[in-house]
């Protein structure tokens, strides 16, 4: 196998890897990635339209609309329309949720970059970047 290779085999195992710990922690919490994501967008963009979220997280007008209808059941989020706008908040409720959650998922990322040290894992974000680039 050639190192271009076996680098794109070991970047798909630690994604994967990473992946697998983090929905272990959303799942502790009832969520689903898709529920995180809108709950990490909103904290950062509260007030977004429904439109705008669903482009900013590359998911279907139909599919984003049954997420947030169920999120506004669990009191996560709330939804106000101006004229043909909606716009999405987060709750109170969500806010603490997000919060939780995020702090777990802090520690796990810490925990799985624990064999690396610090000068280590900046040249690691320095490489991936590098990689993004293209």
Known sequence: MNRESLLFMRLTQVQRQLLSNSTEVLTQFDLTNAQYDILNHLNGHDGCSQKELAQT??????NITQIITKMEKLGLVARKQEWKT???????TGKELYQAVTSKLEQSHKEALAGLTGAEQKQLLKLLKQILKG
Do not use: A, R, S
Request: net charge positive.
């Open 86 to 92: 909606k716009y999405i908040f987060l709750t109170p």
């Open 57 to 62: 997280l590359l998911v279907t007008k139909g």
